[in-house]
């Protein structure tokens, strides 16, 4: 039944004799949710501007109304999307190994949504409020810049720009992930923002096996196993060959 399948048999031999998974997404395994990816020929607002020019300290601090428009479009947009096979296939894969960690650039909730457990959201999250002060769980409002209540600062959304640091606990447990991992999978992302992209190397660096998915394959050199296609369908397949591997 192997040669029906994506998913190249030593793959799965891999995966089968791992212990430790680690897995890093991109926006790609969200655009099957109806989720804009960042770098692809986009739709409105995305068409428009580049993230380099809005996902900035810089820029919000230019014009905050303009940065928390574009992040509201973008709230409303992902609020109304549901986790697809692939999200679902990588909760799945989780559950069976001992050591299994989810490193995910999206800052859509879509992989806890979709049932991962051990997500590690490197780039923040969508939906949270922070105030550029530090404040501790400050007080959002709906105004058209909204402002901390307990200092009276900015509010900013909860990700992380670029010239910003990863948040020290994330950046901790990902590279501790890839590096004790023995098979690493780099699923839907251009690999072209660091850290994140960095991981990958990491991994093969210390050892793991390493696989991308991506129907545009970006042709980095740390890839053992490159399989091109979308992430809803690779994903359940790799689980279904595992299914079938431990049929046998
Ligand atoms: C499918 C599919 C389907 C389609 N199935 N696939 C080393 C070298 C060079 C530069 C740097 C470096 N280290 C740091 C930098 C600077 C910078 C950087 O990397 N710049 C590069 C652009 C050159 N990095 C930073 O600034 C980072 N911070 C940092 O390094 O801090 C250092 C520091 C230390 C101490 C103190 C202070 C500073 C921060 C990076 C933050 C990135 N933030 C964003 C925005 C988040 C907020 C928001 O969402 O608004 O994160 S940018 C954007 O890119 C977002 C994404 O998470 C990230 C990655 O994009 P991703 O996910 O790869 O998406 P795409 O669109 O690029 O690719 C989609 C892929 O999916 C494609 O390949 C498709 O083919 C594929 N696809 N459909 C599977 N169905």
């Known amino acids: ?13 891999a995966l089968r004799a791992a212990r430790r998974v680690c897995v890093l997404t991109g926006a790609g395994v969200s655009a099957e949710s109806g989720v804009p990816t960042f770098r692809e020929a986009q739709t409105g607002l995305w068409e428009k501007y580049r993230p380099e020019s809005l996902a900035t300290m810089e820029a919000f601090l230019a014009d905050p109304a303009f940065v928390w428009k574009w992040y509201r479009w973008r709230r409303e947009l992902v609020a109304k999307s549901r986790p697809n096979a692939g999200h679902i296939a990588l909760a799945e894969l989780e559950r069976r190994f001992d050591e299994f960690t989810l490193v995910t650039q999206n800052v859509d909730r879509l992989h806890r949504a979709g049932g991962s457990q051990n997500i590690v959201e490197f780039h923040g999250d969508l939906f949270a ?14 105004d058209e810049i909204p402002y901390c209540n307990h200092c009276g600062n900015l509010l900013r959304p909860g990700v992380v720009w670029f010239g910003e640091a990863i948040p020290q606990q994330a950046l901790y447990r990902s590279s501790e992930a890839a590096e004790r991992c023995d098979v690493m999978l780099c699923v839907g992302t251009s690999s072209q923002v660091y850290p994140a992209a960095g991981l990958t190397g990491l991994a093969r660096q210390s ?6 998915i991506n129907p545009e394959p970006t042709g980095g050199p740390e890839f053992n196993f490159v399989i091109a296609g979308q992430s809803g369908l690779i994903l359940p397949e790799l689980v279904a060959s595992l299914e079938q591997s431990s049929d046998e």
């Open 129 to 142: 409020d922070i105030c550029i002060a530090g404040c501790a769980d400050p007080a959002a409002n709906d």
């Open 207 to 212: 050892g793991a096996v390493t696989a991308e």
């Open 1 to 13: 039944m192997q040669g029906s399948t994506a998913i190249p048999e030593a793959l799965t031999g």
